[in-house]
């Protein structure tokens, strides 16, 4: 399964709409670590989608580069080599030759469901709470559990049953449960929280982010 196909599922879900962004602050409230200002996350990511009635999943690996505020980075290396890109100005694929193709063109919404995603992957919890209601374990709880679930009678509820964050230093697994028994897992490892801007190789993927 694609990032892109992934996004695609969160945007009929509904993460895109007017909301307001709170800010990243550190918080007494178990989850990851916050990230400073004039940082990107950097990792390795398993990709799994499940089915119901199909026993496994389909599963894709590679790399993610994470900068708050400006994109993501999803970089496939198996099954398939590509790269998808998150950012401002939408969504953008590259296969195996170096082919563009933009799957959803940007916005001023679109960059909210940027952030959103960010979000959730960072840990960012305070972000989400006008959408979701926010449940955490016990603060002495390793690993440390986050749920997030849609408020009644929304769009998000109607395409997402609830999400699950765990993790210790940072996010570590993600799980977006559907109704009907389908789900998907994204496992994130060894990550890195680092100072940009970002290698060239990065950086040209997401303009603006490769000087100080």
């Known amino acids: 399964m694609t990032l892109a196909r992934f996004v695609h599922s969160l945007l009929l879900a509904g993460f895109i709409g007017t909301c307001a962004i709170v800010p990243v602050t550190a918080s007494a409230r178990p989850g990851a670590v916050a990230l ?5 996350l950097a990792g390795d990511f398993t990709l799994n989608r499940h089915l119901a009635g199909f026993d ?7 790399e993610f580069t994470l900068v708050p505020g ?11 080599p590509g790269t998808t890109i998150l950012g401002p100005g939408g969504i953008t694929n590259i296969d195996a030759e170096g082919e563009k193709s933009q799957v959803a063109a940007g916005n001023a919404q679109f960059g909210v469901f940027v952030d959103l995603i960010s979000s959730v992957l960072e840990g960012n919890w305070a972000a989400l709470e006008n ?11 390793s690993p440390w559990q986050v749920r997030l679930t849609p408020f009644g009678e929304s769009a998000i509820g109607g395409q997402i049953t609830d999400i699950i964050a765990t993790g210790t230093n940072f996010v570590e697994q993600v799980r977006l449960n559907k109704p009907g028994g389908d789900f998907d897992d994204i496992t994130l490892a060894r990550q890195q929280a680092k100072s940009l801007p970002l290698p060239a190789d990065k950086a040209s993927l997401l303009p603006g982010t490769g000087t100080k």
Not at 36 to 40: H, N
């Open 56 to 62: 496994g999943g389909l599963e894709s690996t590679g």
């Open 36 to 40: 400073e200002k004039g940082q990107y």
């Open 70 to 80: 400006s994109g993501l980075i999803w970089q496939t290396s198996n099954p398939f």
């Open 131 to 141: 959408r979701f209601h926010v449940e955490f374990s016990k603060p002495d709880q």
